[in-house]
């Protein structure tokens, strides 16, 4: 489907059009390339993504023997404090990178305390750390897939829109001017063959 391009007969119309072509043009492959890339980036989020959640199902198989003791623990003991991002650009889209989560942990008596305390709370600490890291991924995978689907709108754009709508305009009016140029020409041979018609009526 072509675009719908306003224009004009003439020749300054068919400059800025040309214009137009040549910029989108040139600019189609790097937009090619960088929706390739985000692309590629979108696949390896979600694989460490899903990759985090496997991780998760694992560990939590891994301690299922000591599952039934969870009821015994104190969940107040721990809790995540803070979770420290930075931002970095993957082709042009900022994207949150996980530096550290933070927990705050409640001083407690070993001896008025399960011995296990402290191997549940280092569970809980990885358990809950690879969660928030799969969110993360998650969140780099949204970002990074809404930004592939606009920049894969603007290649169509360019590529089965804008481009062969610039090309079909430039033929037309292309078309309109040598059809312009060759009435003229017609119409001053015409001319010319009448003046010689009457200039050698006149002499006779």
Same mark, same amino acid.
């Given at each position: 489907?072509?675009?719908? !391009? ?8 068919? $400059?800025?059009? $040309? ?51 969870? $009821? @015994? ?58 969660? !928030? ?11 990074? @897939? ?16 804008? !481009? ?5 305009? !430039? ?8 059809? @312009? ?24």
């Amino acid at each position: 489907m072509a675009a719908v !391009i306003k224009y004009q007969y003439n020749k300054t119309s068919l $400059n800025n059009l $040309n214009i137009q072509l040549r910029m989108r043009t040139k600019a189609l492959p790097t937009i090619k390339s960088k929706e390739s890339a985000l692309r590629a980036e979108v696949k390896k989020a979600k694989k460490e993504a899903e990759w985090l959640l496997a991780e998760m199902e694992r560990q939590i198989a891994a301690h299922s023997n000591i599952s039934a003791l969870w $009821n @015994e623990f104190d969940a107040t003991l721990i809790l995540v404090e803070d979770v420290q991002l930075h931002i970095e650009k993957i082709a042009g889209v900022q994207i949150p990178v996980l530096d550290d989560v933070v927990f705050k942990e409640k001083p407690f008596s070993m001896f008025a305390r399960p011995f296990w305390y402290s191997d549940g709370i280092r569970i809980l600490k990885d358990l809950a750390t690879i969660g !928030i890291k799969s969110e993360v991924y998650y969140e780099k995978m949204r970002l990074l @897939e809404h930004a592939r689907k606009k920049t894969t709108q603007k290649v169509n754009l360019y590529e089965k829109v804008q !481009i062969p709508g610039y090309n079909e305009a !430039i033929r037309k009016i292309k078309r309109f001017m040598e059809d @312009e140029e060759n009435l003229s020409k017609a119409a001053q041979k015409i001319v010319k063959n009448r003046q010689q018609m009457m200039e050698e009526e006149g002499s006779a």
